[in-house]
């Protein structure tokens, strides 16, 4: 081997061992960023040269800068991601929903109805007492608008969905445009470059946070571009990308994509929770809340016409309520001006109070589902707490199998110090031995020139 090979072989070492040290740095810099992933460099021997017949190593080389990253569990993380994301998003939704119910409450439904049946029946007492007729009325107001607030306020809490479904889509977009434009610098680096390195760790960040948002898929092509897809839809590669909008249609929201064309199929991530609990569960709230009301509407009025005012001459058929509408209750205007139209007796006699005493009888008549009207109610409350708890349930447990796969993450990717200053060391001592190879060299050389 000549001379002039020995100092070659030392200067590629020289320069390998330094880009090893600089890795190694890299990583030491970034031992607090929870989104890098730890870079390993990977040396083997260089092309061996061959001279007169005779192999000739050409020293070491870095075969690549790889980063450790365990595909299996990002895959696992961000299937967790959106199931818990999901399950935690409705677990908030309803619990915006219990607090417009307000039950068990003083002020809630259940106690405004219990009130309004009760008052009949101190009425059936004293038929022609007018602060008893008055008190009625008064309940019946109450009742009305406790029903009118919980409807006003679940219309809100859409509306304020459906505004918050419409800034994550936009916040969705946006990452699926940065996937993209990560994936063509990606593809244009090569794959051996380190930077390429540092902006697989960002894209890998904004998958994680895509996955938060909804249930994606995520391959690789060879050029180590993403292939994302979010619910079944193709969303970006490195060749293009599309973007996504909300879709209302007969009370119910989905996510299409905005030329239209193809409708995601929304499983998980916050986006599910939100159009879910839009779509369905205030709905059903609505809708049984409706029936409630619908149901006493109808049998006081049915049973208010059969009984006879305190006008003279008493006057009969006249309802309690004229209707319900656009989640209120309406007390007849007549009965609120004057509280002698409330119609409780039978007969037309003035101290009857039978029709009073019927209508009081409601609260604990089976005339809805088989079940009173407050047990309806209640069921209702009931479904709403369950399906929480269900959320509540499974979000606690998708978040401990998300953070035990974390866990695992950051013991294969997370950077130890204790690790990379060993790492320091060796290079450090390798890089040593290089240079002490170029003095033996350059020693070598002297003394060749000196017998010259």
């Known amino acids: 081997m000549s001379v002039s090979r020995i100092f070659d072989i030392s200067r590629r070492s020289l320069s390998v061992y330094q880009q090893a040290m600089n890795v190694t740095s890299h990583n030491v810099a970034n031992a607090s960023n929870p989104d890098y992933t730890r870079q390993r460099v990977v040396l083997s021997t260089d092309q061996q040269g061959i001279n007169q017949g005779v192999e000739w190593g050409l020293g070491v080389k870095i075969d690549q800068v790889e980063r450790v990253r365990n595909e299996y569990l990002d895959n ?7 199931k818990y994301s999901a399950n935690d998003k409705k677990s908030a939704l309803l619990n915006q929903v219990e607090q417009v119910f307000n039950e068990p409450s003083e002020l809630g439904i259940s106690t405004m109805m219990n009130s309004f049946f009760n008052s009949w ?10 602060q008893l007729r008055e008190n009625v009325v008064y309940n019946a107001k109450r009742l009305s608008e406790s029903i009118k607030g919980v409807n006003d306020n679940l219309n809100t809490l859409k509306s304020d969905i459906l505004s918050e479904m419409n800034s994550k889509v936009e916040m969705l977009n946006t990452y699926i445009k940065e996937v993209n434009e990560i994936n063509v610098q990606i593809s244009s680096q090569g794959a051996n470059s380190n930077l390429t390195n540092d902006m697989l760790d960002k894209r890998d960040a904004i998958l994680e946070d895509i996955s938060t948002l909804a249930n994606i898929n995520v391959t690789t092509d060879p050029e180590n571009a993403a292939i994302l897809s979010v619910g079944g839809v193709y969303a970006a590669d490195a060749g293009g990308y599309v973007q996504f909008e909300v879709k209302e249609v007969g009370g119910k929201l989905s ?27 205030i709905p059903s709230y609505m809708e049984s809340l409706d029936n409630v009301t619908t149901t006493l509407a109808e049998k006081v009025n049915e049973i208010h016409r059969s009984g006879y005012t305190m006008d003279d001459p008493p006057d009969a058929g006249m309802d309690f309520f ?12 007549a009965i609120l001006d004057d509280s002698n139209k409330i119609a409780i007796s039978s007969d037309g ?5 039978d029709m009073a005493l019927e209508i009081a009888a409601l609260a604990d008549a089976k005339i809805l589902n088989n079940a009173t009207l407050n047990e309806n109610y209640s069921m209702m409350i009931s479904r709403m707490g369950n399906e929480k708890s269900q959320s509540d349930l499974i979000a606690e447990s ?4 998300k953070t035990n796969l974390e866990n695992q993450r950051s013991s294969v990717s997370g950077v130890s110090i204790d690790e990379e200053m060993t790492n320091i060391i060796k290079y450090q001592r390798s890089y040593d031995a290089s240079a002490r190879l170029i003095k033996v060299a350059d020693q070598m050389m002297q003394t060749i020139l000196s017998l010259v």
């Not at 029946?121 to 007018?130: C, D, F, R, Y």
């Open 322 to 333: 004229t209707g319900y509408s656009g989640g209120e209750l309406i007390i007849n205007q």
């Open 76 to 82: 696992e993380i961000r299937l967790n991601n959106y």
């Open 255 to 281: 996510l299409v994509t905005q030329n239209g064309e193809s409708n995601v199929t929304l499983v998980g991530g916050e986006l599910a929770a939100l159009a879910e609990t839009y779509s369905t569960h």
């Open 121 to 130: 029946s101190e009425l059936s007492v004293t038929p022609n007492s007018p």
């Open 349 to 353: 006699s003035s101290g009857n109070g």
């Open 398 to 401: 998708t978040q401990l199998i």
